[in-house]
């Protein structure tokens, strides 16, 4: 069973960068396909971003495209997401999540398709 820990998340002014981590411990991460998820307060939880556990596929809400990239090293079963240009509507709790069932095209994360979770980092953008 693997164990998720996100790091990297503060307070940000608009426009600025920030790199979220997510780190896994208990079992391997190359098995797992990763997603980004965030809940903003009031509003669901949101699929953000996905990668496939062999680097290759990813997906990207229309709301971050262009301006997030998710990336993984699975020598340090660490998923990465890389926030540029960000905006106000991305403060939220930010989450990574793992499961086992291989990623496919045009697969759009859901919170409910995955089975293990981190505790979340908070992102804040003001000025």
């Known amino acids: 069973q693997v164990q998720l820990v996100e790091s990297g998340g503060g307070l940000v002014q608009p426009g600025g960068s920030l790199r979220l981590s997510c780190a896994a411990s208990?079992?391997?991460?190359?098995?797992?396909?990763i997603g980004w998820f965030r809940q903003a307060p009031g509003k669901e939880r949101e699929g953000v971003s996905c990668?496939?556990?062999?680097?290759?596929?990813?997906y990207y809400a229309d709301s971050v495209k262009g301006r997030f990239t998710i990336s993984r090293d699975n020598a340090k079963s660490t998923v990465y997401l890389q926030m540029n240009s960000l905006k106000p509507e991305d403060t939220a709790v930010y989450y990574c999540?793992?499961?086992?069932?291989?990623?496919?095209?045009?697969?759009?994360?859901?919170?409910?398709?995955?089975?293990?979770w981190g505790q979340g980092t908070q992102v804040a953008v003001s000025s």
């Open positions: 999540a793992a499961r086992l069932i291989p990623y496919y095209n045009n697969y759009v994360p859901n919170p409910s398709d995955f089975s293990f």
């Open positions: 208990g079992s391997t991460l190359r098995y797992y396909t």
């Open positions: 990668i496939s556990s062999v680097p290759g596929s990813t």
